[in-house]
Nanobody, 116 residues
Framework: QVQLVESGGGLVQAGGSLRLSCAAS????????MGWYRQVPGQQRDLVAQ???????NYVDSVKGRFTISRDNAKNTVYLQMNSLKPEDTAVYYCNAESIWRREYWGQGTQVTVST
């Protein structure tokens, strides 16, 4: 059974930083593509950043230069370092894994709130 467990969300002032973590189990992590998505109530879930099994990363334009996605295959964990946070970054952040068989899995989400 695949499990993705996010942590690290919380309340932070604008300009501050947070680091999200997602610990994966039940999946061949080193072969999986990992991603972070976010969702605001009433809106669709949007991609924030992705990292391939080889470590290649891509970002949505709104977070480029502020967020960094990384992975530690020894710990089966993917991270999202978020700097210079803005109120518009407020959302529930979800971890996503895509296995080598193209199956997708989701974490339960972690709330990030950025105050002015």
């Amino acid at each position: 059974q695949v499990q993705l467990v996010e942590s690290g969300g919380g309340l932070v002032q604008a300009g501050g930083s947070l680091r999200l973590s997602c610990a994966a189990s039940g999946i061949i992590f080193r072969l999986a593509a990992m991603g972070w998505y976010r969702q605001v109530p009433g809106q669709q879930r949007d991609l924030v950043a992705q990292i391939s099994s080889s470590g290649s990363a891509n970002y949505v334009d709104s977070v480029k230069g502020r967020f960094t996605i990384s992975r530690d295959n020894a710990k089966n964990t993917v991270y999202l370092q978020m700097n210079s946070l803005k109120p518009e970054d407020t959302a529930v952040y979800y971890c996503n894994a895509e296995s080598i068989w193209r199956r997708e899995y989701w974490g339960q989400g972690t709330q990030v709130t950025v105050s002015t």
